[in-house]
Antibody
Framework: QVQLVQSGAEVKKPGASVKVSCTASGYAFTNNFIHWVRQAPGHGLEWMGL????????SLAQKFQGRVTLTRDTSTSTVYMEINSLTSEDRAVYFCARRSGTTAGHFGLWGQGTLVTVSS | QSVLTQPPSVSGAPGQRVTVSCTGTSSNIGANYDVHWYQQLPGTAPRLLIF???KRPSGVPDRFSGSKSGTSASLAITGLQTEDEADYYC???????????FGGGTKLTVL
């Protein structure tokens, strides 16, 4: 079926990096942009950035520029989100979402989320 | 501070009607970018509820409806049911930020 499946929970120390994967299935991987959204405990949704699986081009929210890298592997229909220099403020559930529609579009398909804990 | 403003909470009794507002600015909702709504149950991923201001994906009951006017949008839920208890988020695009933006979320309590 059409789905996005993310990698499992991670526990990292402050200053470390984490790489979360999001594997698409059931549709043509290169047809839709993939976005990343995070949610800190007890807080709302925060847009992080997007990747075009077709050409690999990316766009990041200003807050994450220089610290977040988005990549993709078309052979496995997987996109990756890597965050460097983790701090306790990066503790959150990270979601990937498939964008649909015209103009800016909406997020009709979401991954199940990946909890990233940052603790010494 | 979220770019789109939502009330932190709303409540209603079973069977009643509630609305959730979403207020933006001239660089997002007022710039004619569409508004979309998501429902998030505890511990789960958001689920698309309304897209392009007023459209419902297949499987979403017609108790849920959306509207948009000027720099604001609203989500209406009629015939409230206990399973509607969740957090609701509006989302749009902001041309000044060149970013997809969300409201801060509204917690719906069914009394």
């Amino acid at each position: 079926q059409v789905q996005l499946v993310q990698s499992g929970a991670e526990v990292k120390k402050p200053g470390a990096s984490v790489k979360v994967s999001c594997t698409a299935s059931g549709y043509a991987f290169t047809n839709n942009f993939i976005h990343w959204v995070r949610q800190a405990p007890g807080h709302g949704l925060e847009w992080m950035g997007l990747i075009n699986p077709s050409g690999g081009t990316t766009s990041l929210a200003q807050k994450f520029q220089g610290r977040v890298t988005l990549t993709r592997d078309t052979s496995t229909s997987t996109v990756y989100m890597e965050i460097n220099s983790l701090t306790s403020e990066d503790r959150a559930v990270y979601f990937c979402a498939r964008r649909s529609g015209t103009t800016a579009g909406h997020f009709g398909l979401w991954g199940q989320g990946t909890l990233v804990t940052v603790s010494s | 501070q979220s770019v789109l403003t939502q009330p932190p909470s709303v409540s209603g009794a079973p069977g009643q009607r509630v609305t959730v507002s979403c207020t933006g600015t001239s660089s997002n909702i007022g710039a004619n970018y569409d508004v979309h709504w998501y429902q998030q149950l505890p511990g789960t991923a958001p689920r698309l509820l309304i897209f392009d201001n007023t459209k419902r994906p297949s499987g979403v009951p017609d108790r849920f409806s959306g509207s948009k006017s000027g720099t604001s949008a609203s989500l209406a839920i009629t015939g409230l049911q206990t399973e509607d208890e969740a957090d609701y988020y509006c989302q749009s695009y902001d041309s000044s930020l060149d970013a997809w933006v969300f409201g801060g979320g509204t917690k719906l309590t069914v009394l």
